[in-house]
Each structure stands twice: as C-alpha cells, then as structure tokens.
C-alpha cells in the first residue's frame, strides 16, 4: 500500500487536459489502487489520477456509507453520455484541503468507462446523489477543470479559499451555466 501525494490546487498540472490511456498496463493498475488506498487515507469520496500527479484519464470513486462495505470503482477513459437536469450542493475536493462551496451540476449522468481489464461499463447516477456529483467532479479533473469554476456564489469562493490559504479563483475559468441556473431558480421558486 502506497499513499500518495496530492497535488493541491495552485500546481499548473491540475489545470492540464489529461491524456487517454492506451494500454492497461500493471503500472497502471498499480498506480489505481494506491489511489484507492490514497483516496481513503484522506477521507474522500473520489480521486482523479492528475491529483496525484499523472495527467492520464482515471478516476477512482467509492461513495459507500461508513455502515457499508468498501466499493471502489475504477472508471479509465470514461465520457459522460447523457446529463440532464440540475442540481447543486457543496463540494470539497483532496486538492482543496478543508474548502467547501457551493457548486452546479447536472442532477442524472451517465457514464461509459473501461475497468481495470479493459472491459466497458456503464454508471448511471440520478437527483444529484453523492455519485453523481462525484462523477461529474471526477470527470472534469481530467479536463483540467476543478469544482470551483462551477460556483454559484463567485463571493463565497473567493472568501472560502482566502480563509483556507489557497490561491484565488481564476476567473477566466468560471463556467456559465445558465440553464442549469435557470432550472435552479425555478425550482426554488416551485418549492416556497
Ligand atoms: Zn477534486
């Protein structure tokens, strides 16, 4: 068991589009279960290989509830075919130690990936439930894109990395997501 060392928000790599990976090599299954070993040293719910330092497209998840048996999944070269609605909630991420915000995401995904032995999967997520959400963060790890370009509340962010010592927010980066903020909006509104 090997934990490795996170690569925190500020470290140009994380912003990189990360590269398919061609061959499921032993290096690679290696290198996915000390990040299974590395996610759950630190207590996460998912880990993307740039976090650790390889810009390849793996991800690793594991939303099992504490009362529940471990049940990492390791997703490599995965693409998101279908998302629809919204949802939003507070996220963290390993590379933003102790920084939650509020961010936008699709309510249902569903993704295609490859398992360790090269054999195609498919995931389907719904109502943005933890799995969904972690997919989705997952994902945009291997596009060099992080949770907080997804902010609700640019203010908040700001102020949530000042007090946790991280660099501030690129704006340039910030994702517009108008529908989804629209049908936000619109189902606050249905719920008062
Ligand atoms: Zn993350």
């Known amino acids: 068991m090997t934990i490795l060392k996170l690569v925190k928000y500020g470290e140009p790599s994380l912003r990189q589009k990360s590269k398919e990976i061609s061959k499921i090599s032993k290096k690679i299954q290696i290198l996915a279960e000390n990040m299974i070993d590395t ?94 959400r972690a997919l989705q963060h997952e994902y945009d790890h291997l596009d060099g894109i992080l949770f907080i370009d997804h902010s609700r509340n640019v203010f908040e962010t700001i102020d949530v990395l000042e007090k946790n010592n991280l660099p501030p927010i690129d704006k340039t980066k910030m994702i517009d997501e108008p529908d989804i903020e629209e049908e936000l909006l619109n189902k606050a509104e249905n719920d008062e």
Request: glycine fraction near 8%; charged fraction near 25%.
């Open 39 to 132: 996610m759950y040293k630190n207590n996460g719910v998912g880990l993307a290989a740039p976090q650790v330092g390889e810009n390849i497209r793996m991800f690793v998840i594991d939303v099992s509830k504490d009362n529940e048996p471990f049940n990492p999944i390791v997703f490599i070269n995965p693409k998101i075919i279908e998302k629809s609605g919204a949802s939003h909630d507070k996220e963290g991420c390993l590379s933003f130690p102790n920084a939650f915000v509020d961010v936008r995401r699709y309510a249902n995904v569903k993704v295609k990936a490859l398992n360790l032995n090269g054999k195609p999967f498919i995931t389907e997520a719904k109502d943005g439930s933890l799995l969904s």
